[in-house]
């Protein structure tokens, strides 16, 4: 089976910006959860989805959402972009249905200047 | 609420030394406990899991043994590689939560 794929792997914003972050999770796993990783507060959870849904939401402002769509692709979406918002987002899925264990895209690494 | 705590790194070993690196959560419930590596420039590898008490995961001569008594999940390979050198995390998966809570990760450097 292909693994998670993120699109685009490397971008570079300016800040007041947006960005969409794109997602397309192993076939047939229906959980897609989102992470942010950055040096000073490592990995931290951003949200997750399951058939269309967002189950749960991490501690980040508005500015960060996201959705799933009904074939389990993914995107996030940052507004009004902050130069801490400069990280690597990751992208995992699940299959879900008792399974826990995720499973990780490559990432898509962000630059705000 | 969850938490997991690693030893911090870096840890720097010889090739062919044991390894050894700490984890401890904090979790409501019966969590599933994981280990994921991560080389540089790239996502989380999942390395090993264990979904309750007692149960070993085991993957690539990495293992770790799950002990409730202790609330630990300690990573341990007997002889390690040059090919090891990464950054370990260590994991817990609450299902009333669906996501993963992380520790901070620690670094491993094998030296030839």
């Known amino acids: 089976k292909a693994g998670v794929t993120q699109t685009p792997r490397y971008l570079i914003k300016t800040r007041g910006q947006q960005v969409t972050l794109s997602c397309s999770p192993i076939s047939g796993h229906r959980s897609v959860s989102w992470y942010q990783q950055t040096p000073g507060q490592g990995l931290q959870f951003l949200f997750e989805?399951?058939?269309?849904?967002?189950?749960n939401k991490g501690n980040f402002p508005g500015r960060f959402s996201g959705r799933q769509f009904s074939n389990s692709r993914s995107e996030m979406n940052v507004s009004t972009l902050e130069l801490g918002d400069s990280a690597l987002y990751l992208c995992a899925s699940s299959p879900g249905q008792g399974r826990y264990e995720q499973y990780f895209g490559p990432g898509t690494r962000l630059t705000v200047t | 609420g969850n938490s997991v705590t690693q030893m911090e790194g870096p840890v720097t070993l010889s090739e062919e030394a044991f390894l050894t690196i700490n984890c401890t959560y904090t979790?409501?419930?019966?969590?599933?406990l994981f280990w994921y590596v991560q080389y540089p420039g790239e996502g989380l590898q999942l390395l090993l899991k264990?979904?309750?008490?007692?149960d070993k995961g085991s993957n690539k001569g990495f293992e770790a043994t799950y002990r409730k008594e202790t609330t630990s999940f300690h990573l341990e390979k007997g002889s390690v590689q040059v090919s090891d050198s990464a950054v370990y995390f260590c994991?817990?998966?609450?299902?009333?939560?669906?996501?993963?809570?992380f520790g901070g990760g620690t670094r491993l450097m094998v030296k030839p």
């Open positions: 989805y399951f058939s269309e849904t967002q189950r």
């Open positions: 979790a409501t419930g019966y969590p599933s």
């Open positions: 264990a979904t309750k008490a007692d």
């Open positions: 994991a817990l998966y609450n299902n009333a939560g669906n996501m993963l809570t």
